[in-house]
């Protein structure tokens, strides 16, 4: 008697395809970081030196970044240039070595003033990031002949019953995107001709207190990275 045919094996499952864009949505609301913001300032730094940005532009997209909180906000920021600089290309002309800038990220610096006083000036390394605390206090950042080994800086200050002065030199760039609360929040504005030199962000906010940063007059970097 002949044996009866088996059964065939069912067809294996189909895997199930990945939840990409609920995880791009989740990583979108996370919280950006220094690192972060810094990332994307060296982007459009590097656009802008390779002419896909005008400086108007380059600006509004540097003030965007450093009032981001989330690196969902940051990615349009980006997402119509190159995300690594293109260096070495042969239809690219090189630029000089001693003009590029370092990438490295120094850790940040803070000046607390808390019924009392604090005051940063001379000749001292600025750091990418300074923060400035002033309580029923003063703050004092003299950064006219302070070396530069960053091209974007960023000074975030809070002002509360006290008062923040920054004073530059005439030949750097001077932004300011901050608040005042029943106080002052006074940044001198300015562009420097030359796309090389520093360039200072002033961030923050006062509270009953008063912020003030604004160009030094007859202070300038003769050499702007040292």
Avoid: C
């Avoid at 094996?9 to 395809?17: C, V």
């Avoid at 990583?27 to 005008?54: F, H, N, P, T, V």
């Avoid at 420097?192 to 009953?208: E, K, L, N, R, Y």
């Amino acid at each position: 008697m002949p044996e009866a045919a088996s059964a065939p094996a069912p067809a294996p499952a189909a895997p199930a395809a990945p939840a990409a864009p609920a995880a791009s949505a989740a990583g979108a609301e996370l919280r950006a970081s220094d690192a972060d913001r810094d990332r994307i300032a060296d982007i459009l730094r590097e656009a802008l030196a390779e002419g896909r940005l005008q400086p108007e532009e380059h600006a509004e997209r540097i003030d965007a970044v450093y009032r981001a909180k989330t690196l969902g906000e940051l990615e349009p920021l980006v997402r119509d240039l190159p995300t690594a600089p293109a260096r070495g290309a042969a239809t690219a002309s090189p630029r000089d070595a001693e003009s590029e800038w370092p990438r490295s990220l120094p850790e940040s610096e803070n000046l607390v003033a808390v019924f009392g006083g604090s005051t940063r000036k001379g000749r001292w390394r600025v750091r990418r990031r300074t923060n400035a605390l002033a309580v029923f206090g003063g703050v004092e950042i003299d950064l006219t002949e302070a070396v530069f080994e960053q091209q974007e800086i960023v000074i975030h200050v809070v002002a509360a019953f006290g008062g923040v002065e920054i004073k530059v030199p005439e030949n750097v760039s001077l932004r300011g995107s901050g608040a005042g609360i029943l106080g002052g929040f006074d940044v001198t504005t300015y562009e420097a001709q030359d796309p090389d030199a520093p360039v200072i962000h002033v961030t923050g906010f006062a509270v009953f207190g008063g912020v003030e940063a604004k160009p030094k007059r007859g202070k300038r970097l003769k050499n702007l990275r040292a």
